[in-house]
Nanobody, 120 residues
Framework: VQLQASGGGLVQAGGSLRLSCAAS????????MGWYRQTPGMQRELVATITSGGTTNYVDSVKGRFTISRDNAKRSVYLQMNSLKPEDTAVYYCNANLIQKWRDLGRDYWGQGTLVTVSS
């Protein structure tokens, strides 16, 4: 199983970026999916999550600016980031809790990280 993230880059403050992450491999079902971010010397923090039913959750600092969505048919999760701020600069990681076989427990998988840089 692999998670492939894309969409990071350099953007000016106030701009927008859209991150994408697709899961591939032997997958029976996908539970929750999400995005986390990490800056040097800091712990990885949750940005947003979305359940298999579409319920979303956001860290307070991105509420109203970021939108998480998923396409179950494409096994993908997205993060639309608007009104970006310099403090949003980080490496963003996608996460998915996947079930590979029927009756198996879900297990967390991580993408490789994509760098988002917001200039002031």
């Amino acid at each position: 199983v692999q998670l492939q993230a894309s969409g990071g880059g350099l953007v000016q403050a106030g701009g927008s970026l859209r991150l994408s992450c697709a899961a591939s491999g032997s997958i029976f079902a996908i539970n929750h999916m999400g995005w986390y971010r990490q800056t040097p010397g800091m712990q990885r923090e949750l940005v947003a999550t979305i359940t298999s039913g579409g319920t979303t959750n956001y860290v307070d600092s991105v509420k109203g600016r970021f939108t998480i969505s998923r396409d179950n048919a494409k096994r993908s999760v997205y993060l639309q980031m608007n009104s970006l701020k310099p403090e949003d600069t980080a490496v963003y990681y996608c996460n998915a809790n996947l079930i590979q076989k029927w009756r198996d427990l879900g297990r967390d998988y991580w993408g490789q990280g994509t760098l988002v840089t917001v200039s002031s």
